[in-house]
């Protein structure tokens, strides 16, 4: 551990804070982790992580016992700053900053000279800027970098997070991190943080820069599933297998087209893109062309599923999957919840969902006289229609003579 980084207070306990909290405790760091949910503050304090992800429960277990992370409601002095709280957007799709600005006010009065703080929130461009202000509004007894550069005595900078659910704790050691400081100093002071336990390589610029590059990846892979899905449309309009296209076109050897779906979920590919287009929307046509193809795939899903239904006097379609990507439990923004709410909502039928990656229905479902969570064999025994919507590893093996005589939409070739 390089001196000067002993103590780290990891501001927001979700899905990437947790387990960056607990990667730093079992490498030696004292780690005080904060969330404004008693619940979550509670069971980390017991030894437990509040969501399911592959060997966080048995690492943050070990970090609690052996005495280095504890979860508080108020951020403690520490050495590192760490801000990891949601950057959702409005329901007019502006940046929504407010938990970030609830984080300056929170760490404000325990900073100290010395201290290195680093958003890892995913942020639209200015952010870090903006955060270094709000701290100097309340703390104008120390000097920040936005104002006093490379002489500041607290040093900021932004490091955005680039993992995969279901290998969070592998890729926060292994992936390559973007580090933006607000100085030069700030940047490298930050570098020396991350070179303690990240295995990947630190690559220095500026803050605005490495606000930017986030965005910029996501809404490649934004634009890149917009592309297959728009494909995939055409390919319904004119009878052709979508997956058979797409399959030969890339063994072109300068294409790569991802794989089409139901749309596009999860906190970051749905949302980051639309951080540029409040940035430069009149410079941002072809970023605000792939969300809207995008944002209407699950309701192309749903015509399909409609259509379909019309074959059945009281037809029963089970729905196979809600989180937004296969094998989690995380449904943010998932494009399969969003089609088995409409279904439901317009009375389609009996639904019948599964979810093996979740105990229950999440609400409004959960109250939904018509929809019923069930396993896979009993959906496969009583379903006219089957929609497979989430490519969970669980439904790749049922035996297809399961599926004969049955209405099958699978919107992720899973069953090709």
Not at 47 to 66: I, K, N, Q, Y
Not at 252 to 271: F, S, T, Y
Not at 307 to 317: H, L
Request: glycine letters at 8%; proline letters at 6%; hydrophobic letters at 45%.
């Amino acid at each position: 551990m390089t001196p000067g980084f002993e103590r780290v207070c990891v501001i927001g306990l979700g899905y990437v804070g947790l387990p960056t909290a607990a990667i730093l405790a079992n490498r030696g760091f004292h780690v005080v982790g904060v969330d404004v949910k008693a619940e979550t503050v509670s069971m980390v304090n017991e030894g437990r992580a509040h969501f399911t992800e592959p060997d966080l429960d048995v690492m943050v277990r070990g970090a609690v016992a052996a005495g280095r992370l504890r979860a508080a409601e108020a951020a403690d002095h520490a050495d590192v700053f760490l801000v990891t709280v949601p950057t959702p957007f409005t329901a007019d799709r502006k940046p929504d900053v407010s938990f970030l600005r609830s984080a300056a006010q929170s760490i404000a009065p325990v900073l100290d000279d010395g201290n290195l703080i680093v958003i890892e929130s995913t942020s639209p461009v200015g952010t870090t800027q903006a955060f270094s202000e709000w701290l100097a509004e309340v703390r104008p007894d120390l000097s920040f970098p936005h104002r006093d550069g490379e002489g500041a005595q607290v040093r900021l900078a932004h490091s955005p997070e680039r993992v995969l659910p279901g290998r969070i704790l592998v890729e926060l050691v292994q992936n390559d991190r973007v580090i933006g400081g607000l100085s030069a100093r700030c940047a490298r002071h930050a570098a020396a943080f991350y070179e303690t336990f990240v295995n990947g390589e630190c690559l220095l610029t500026d803050a605005r820069t490495a606000e930017l590059v986030k965005l910029v990846e996501n809404s490649y892979r934004d634009a890149n599933i917009a592309f297959a899905n728009e494909i995939s449309m055409v390919c319904d309009r004119l009878g052709i297998d979508a997956w058979e296209v797409l399959r030969l076109a890339n063994r072109h050897p300068r294409v790569d087209i991802l794989k089409p779906g139901p749309g596009v979920g999860g906190h970051c590919i749905a949302v980051d893109p639309w951080f540029i287009i409040d940035s430069a929307p009149d410079e941002s046509v072809l970023i605000r062309a792939a969300r809207r193809v995008n944002d209407a795939m699950p309701m192309h899903v749903v015509a399909k599923v409609r259509e379909a239904a019309k074959r059945f006097d009281s037809p029963r379609v089970a729905c196979l999957g809600l989180s937004y990507k296969a094998d989690i439990e995380d449904a943010r923004e998932s494009p399969a919840l969003r089609i088995v709410e409409t279904l439901a909502r317009d009375g389609i039928g009996e639904i019948l969902v599964v979810e093996p990656h979740a105990g229950g229905l999440p609400a409004p479902l959960d109250a939904d006289p018509g929809v019923t969570k069930v396993d896979l064999d009993a959906a496969l025994e009583a379903a006219h229609v089957v929609v497979l919507l989430v490519d969970h590893r669980a439904f790749a093996g049922i035996d297809r003579a399961r599926l004969d005589g049955k209405a099958v939409i699978d919107t992720r070739g899973l069953w090709r």
